[in-house]
């Protein structure tokens, strides 16, 4: 079955870490999205990409690196520059016109 | 600024009535396109339904019908005969087009709106 998936469901990172949450989506799709989500809170874009080897930064990128090698993965890395990673991450991934489909998000707490 | 405006952090409904989740958005963009998805307490995203800005009927899937007022950039979602399963977060979403020598797709959300159905 097609579709994006995430991993690690749970991350726990020490502060001063860095992480990297995966991101890969077998749906054959152009654009790769990373979002943040506070309790509570809407969803925040951190990085999007269009093509393989080019991303955009989006409203909160600051703490945050991605990379975008093949068209399937876009890992998403918290490093320790963001001061206040806890968080639920969420990627996604659209083709064209279409809907945004979702993976089943990384839930990142700083221990 | 391109932006999705939530304005109802919460929201009541008695089970089997109707109720309007409200959302406007603002861009300049001629060609945008406005989703509805529903986050249950599981965390997943549900896509629930999609207007194009160059579609001249409202859209429609199921008991979701997404009121779409051009002129006011509105875009509200009706979810008609609420069922207790409709309790969730909502949240409004913009596809809009960015160009920076070359063109992406950038998918903006509101803050969404979470929904009690009471029995």
């Known amino acids: 079955d097609g579709g994006i998936t995430q991993s690690p469901k749970y991350l726990f990172r020490k502060e001063g870490q860095n992480v990297t949450l995966s991101c890969e989506q077998n749906?054959?799709?152009?654009?790769m999205y990373w979002y943040r989500q506070d309790p509570g809170q809407g969803l925040r874009l951190i990085y999007y990409?269009?093509?393989?080897?080019?991303?955009q930064k989006g409203d909160i990128a600051e703490g945050y690196s991605v990379s975008r090698e093949k068209k399937e993965s876009f890992p998403l890395t918290v490093t320790s520059a963001q001061k206040n990673p806890t968080a639920f991450y969420l990627c996604?991934?659209?083709?064209?016109?279409?809907?945004?489909?979702f993976g089943q998000g990384t839930r990142l707490t700083v221990v | 600024a391109q932006k999705i405006t939530q304005t109802q952090p919460g929201m009541f409904v008695q089970e089997k009535e109707a109720v309007t989740l409200d959302c406007t958005y603002d861009t300049s963009d001629q060609s945008y396109g406005l989703f509805w998805y529903k986050q249950p307490s599981s965390g997943e995203m549900i896509f629930l339904i999609y207007?194009?800005?160059?579609?001249?009927q409202n859209a429609t899937e199921g008991r979701y019908s997404l009121n779409f007022q051009k002129a006011r950039k509105s875009a509200n979602l009706v979810i008609s005969a609420s069922q207790l399963g409709d309790s969730a977060m909502y949240f409004c979403?913009?596809?809009?087009?960015?160009?920076?020598?070359?063109?992406?797709?950038?998918?903006?959300f509101g803050t969404g709106t979470l929904l009690a159905v009471q029995p």
């Open positions: 749906l054959n799709h152009d654009a």
């Open positions: 207007q194009g800005s160059y579609d001249e």
């Open positions: 996604a991934s659209t083709q064209g016109q279409g809907e945004a489909f």
């Open positions: 990409s269009q093509i393989v080897n080019d991303f």
């Open positions: 979403a913009m596809r809009v087009r960015e160009n920076y020598g070359g063109a992406t797709n950038k998918l903006i």
